[in-house]
């Protein structure tokens, strides 16, 4: 359990109502080159208007380049058709030196956190007391579209990145919910 979170949490357990969402999209990514990584967090109103938004560049160890603040991100994702399953994307970073950074994306596999609590999955959602000794599990098969519909939500797609000439490897979260023209939802 992460504790009580917002995110499925019965009112009896004592959280207070949320107001619904029409529709967002939420994207994080921790994007690993060989000398430094890019990390963001965003989350934008089913109108593409930004909520939040946080991110840099950080150097790797030994760099003694401070963490470059990033200020916005452009994002363009492609999802494989039918479904909110990312394929491929590409995000332009503006730091607030006003420099822009390009890095485009490839999924090479896709991790779905509903299962594990992150959204209301068969009885359960994180932070929701199940007993003491409460423990659960199932296997999955995700060649499946009918078990993929069902734990499709929030995604930690596992990807290769390129910018310029350089490899990296990293995470990108995606989760788009109800309605959000921009991605078809």
């Known amino acids: 359990s992460w ?3 917002m995110t499925g949490v019965n009112l009896e357990q004592g ?3 949320k107001e619904p969402r029409l529709g967002f999209f939420h994207n994080w990514n921790i994007l690993q080159f060989k000398n430094w990584y890019l990390n963001y967090h965003l989350r934008e109103d089913r109108n593409g208007n930004v909520l939040y938004f946080s991110g840099g560049i950080i150097y790797a160890y030994g760099d003694l380049r401070p963490e470059l603040k990033l200020v916005a991100v452009e994002h363009d994702y492609q ?14 970073c503006t730091a607030a030196d006003s420099s822009k950074v ?7 596999t896709h991790l779905y956190l509903r299962p594990g609590g992150y959204s209301p999955y068969k009885g359960y959602s994180h932070g929701m007391w199940m007993g003491p000794s409460w423990i659960d599990g199932e296997k999955l098969d995700v060649t499946y579209s009918k078990v993929i519909d069902e734990v499709a939500g929030l995604v930690d797609n596992v990807c290769e990145c390129r910018c310029g000439d350089e490899i990296g490897y990293g ?4 989760a788009v919910a109800r309605k959000h023209p921009r991605y078809g939802v």
Do not use: H, N, Y
């Open 3 to 5: 504790g009580i979170r």
């Open 15 to 17: 959280l207070q109502v």
């Open 79 to 92: 999802f494989l058709p039918g479904t909110r399953q990312l394929k491929s994307g590409r995000v332009v």
């Open 102 to 108: 390009e890095v485009s994306v490839r999924a090479l």
């Open 171 to 174: 995470i990108v979260e995606l």
